[in-house]
């Protein structure tokens, strides 16, 4: 069982960057893969960026390449997305999630992929 709580959140400018975080409350965070989606009003869950469990190798949606970056820091079971240059539809809440099979070559950038899921953490941008 892996437990994930999302932090960082919060009401922004447009222009502004911000960094979410994601602690992993388990043993087991380093050897799995994790990801990053967000889910706005009304909206279908959509991938952001997803990390492979060492931290070699990094995806991320093709809409927001560029403006975002994810790392993760597996000796503090921490994983973060800074996002840069924030615009309006970035407003979303932002959910971490974590593999639920360790060591997997595959790196999903689909929901169904990721077995843990966070509480998810609320992302306002205004103008």
């Known amino acids: 069982q892996v437990q994930l709580v999302e932090s960082g959140g919060g009401l922004v400018q447009t222009g502004d960057s911000l960094r979410l975080s994601c602690a992993a409350d388990?043993?087991?965070?380093?050897?799995?893969?994790a990801a990053w989606f967000r889910q706005s009003p009304g909206k279908e869950r959509e991938f952001v960026a997803a990390?492979?469990?060492?931290?070699?190798?990094?995806y991320y949606a093709d809409s927001l390449k560029g403006r975002i970056a994810i790392s993760r820091d597996n000796e503090k079971n921490m994983m973060y997305l800074q996002i840069n240059n924030l615009a309006s539809e970035d407003t979303a809440v932002y959910y971490c999630?974590?593999?639920?099979?360790?060591?997997?070559?595959?790196?999903?950038?689909?929901?169904?992929?990721?077995?843990?899921w966070g509480p998810g953490t609320q992302v306002t941008v205004s103008s």
């Open positions: 388990g043993r087991t965070f380093g050897s799995i893969n």
């Open positions: 999630a974590a593999d639920g099979r360790a060591y997997r070559a595959v790196v999903f950038t689909t929901s169904s992929g990721y077995t843990y």
């Open positions: 990390i492979r469990w060492k931290g070699d190798d990094t």
